[in-house]
């Protein structure tokens, strides 16, 4: 099974400043990755897929990178509907792990 | 617009069965494969399950294998999964989500809550 380390578990960041999460897999999943937000008692939604394609209606703010093993989320310029949970996802082939999940909260 | 609505979540005591739904509406819901993900109160999220548009495909994580089967009825847009010899650890919110390009998850329900408790 692919695993997914993902860092920070948490983070306190100010409206307007650029965050990172990291996401590290323990294979090459040739750029098949995705990340969600889920905001407290919500379901998770779609933001990125294939690393750095952003799905249908996400702000451009929002932008993935990486290859290979090492993946990360940036987030510029933070809004307030942005303190939310962020999870990376393996989209290679199943079992599809998730990353542990970055609280991201105003400072 | 794509809605996933779940249904028959509720308390349930060890060793028991559960059916779990979830109607589709918004998309042409015989073409795309499902999932079932899940979280455990206060943890992350769970992949379970994968169904292919066809049912031809099915798979499985290890800790409900042999104990779930994912199923659909393509004529009711309506995707199941049979929960049998329920665990306290299988407590969580259960989410449908449709299969997007890649194992991708690109729109998810709102989940039902499964409480596994004597």
């Known amino acids: 099974d692919i695993q997914m380390t993902q860092s920070p578990a948490s983070l306190s960041a100010s409206l307007g400043e650029t965050v990172t999460i990291e996401c590290l897999a323990s294979?090459?999943?040739?750029?098949?990755l995705a990340w969600y937000q889920q905001k407290p008692g919500k379901s998770p939604q779609l933001l990125i897929y294939d690393a750095s394609s952003l799905h249908t209606g996400v702000p451009s703010r929002f932008s993935g990178s990486g290859s290979g093993t090492q993946y990360s989320l940036k987030i510029n310029s933070l809004q307030p509907e942005d303190f939310a949970s962020y999870y990376c996802?393996?989209?290679?082939?199943?079992?599809?792990?998730f990353g542990s999940g970055t609280k991201l909260e105003i400072k | 617009e794509v809605q996933l609505v779940e249904s028959g979540g509720g308390l349930v005591k060890p060793g028991s069965s559960l059916k779990l739904s979830c109607v589709a509406s918004?998309?042409?819901?015989?073409?795309?494969?499902m999932h079932w993900i899940r979280q455990a109160p206060k943890k992350g999220l769970e992949w379970i399950a994968l169904?292919?548009?066809?049912?031809?495909?099915?798979y499985y994580a290890d800790s409900v294998k042999g104990r779930f089967t994912i199923s659909r009825d393509n004529s009711k847009n309506t995707l199941y999964l049979e929960m049998n010899s329920l665990r306290s650890e299988d407590t969580a919110m259960y989410y449908c989500?449709?299969?997007?390009?890649?194992?991708?998850?690109?729109?998810w329900g709102q989940g039902v809550m499964v409480t596994v408790s004597s």
């Open positions: 918004g998309f042409t819901f015989s073409s795309y494969g």
């Open positions: 989500a449709k299969k997007g390009y890649n194992n991708y998850f690109d729109y």
């Open positions: 294979e090459d999943i040739y750029d098949i």
């Open positions: 169904i292919y548009y066809d049912s031809s495909n099915k």
């Open positions: 996802q393996n989209g290679l082939s199943a079992p599809l792990t």
